[in-house]
């Protein structure tokens, strides 16, 4: 019994299998072989990988059924790796992909020792750069990145979107809006609206061009910068989705306090954030807590805490919408 135990604890903690997998979703693996390249030295060449090391990769993950060999037919995605197909229905290969914001945030759990003893977050402790700072220096992925923050998302869009009283707002800014997700939707719903968003260059750039694309570039403006510097005035809302649970109470007064100076004694803030909601015996909920503490630092904050941190930044609460299991609407006004 204890030694089963011993086995099925140390499988548990065993790292490599997680990091093979990313490491293959990362470098496209199962798409190369699907499309016909089935040699290790093929795939080495194709992905540009150390040829006789990549040759250990794929070994290992034949050896866990992730890919299959043969004399014949060379390496092939099993039933079990074939998620990491990115076409595949229900594919993981984004979400674990290094290069994603999903799989580069969970590297930080490298950090999590750190994360335990100080309550800091552990990407910053293990790569000394803050998690959203890497996230916005790679502008050639950040479509990616923010389409899978945008995925993780769009399910609470419909709270922003269709539960603010919109008609009596000219002007939006989506302060750190990402790929532009929630300003699409909320224009296309609300045609008088005209918005901006304002993020990292690199997300920036992503929502730019993704305005463009849906063909709302005469409606909707990207700005370039930190919602931690003044913000652009005039605006008669200003939406904080998904922000505030990404920074701990000093970070998020301060970019409370920057929209509440920006929208003036007129304008309002509304305030779009997580609220996770966990009962002790929620598996999804307990894992979802540990791992967005050890990443990003979220102090994952109840309806009340989201309140008095509205108040420690000099506003007043003037609204409170909607909840969901995820998400709160909570609008604030300058005193
Ligand atoms: C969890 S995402 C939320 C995205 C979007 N608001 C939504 O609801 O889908 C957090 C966003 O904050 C942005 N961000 C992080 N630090 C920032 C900063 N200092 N200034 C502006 N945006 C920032 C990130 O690039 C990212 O797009």
Known sequence: MLDSNADDLAAMADLLGPFAIRVAATLRLADHMAAGVTTGAGLAKQVGAHPATLKKLLRYLVSRGVFRWSQERGYEV???????????????????????????????????????????????????????HDVSDVPDDANVLAEEVAKELSGDGHLIVHSYDWSRVRRVMDVGGGNGTVLIELARAHPHLHGALLDLPGMAKAAAQRIEQCGLGDRCETVEGSFLDPIPPGFDVYLLSAILCDWPDDDAIKILRRCGEAAGAAGRVLVADMNLIYDDDDADAARMNLLLTGTVPVP????????????AAGLELSWEGPTTRRRTLLEFRAH
Do not use: N
């Open 78 to 132: 099993t039933d079990l790796g074939a998620p990491l197909l990115e076409d595949a229905p229900g594919s993981v290969r984004r979400r674990l992909s290094m290069d994603g914001l999903l799989g580069l945030a969970e590297l930080g759990l490298v950090g999590l020792l750190h994360t335990v003893r100080t309550g800091e977050a552990g990407y910053k402790a293990a790569f000394g750069r803050d998690f959203w």
């Open 300 to 311: 994952v904050r109840t309806l009340k805490q989201l309140k008095r941190l509205g108040a």
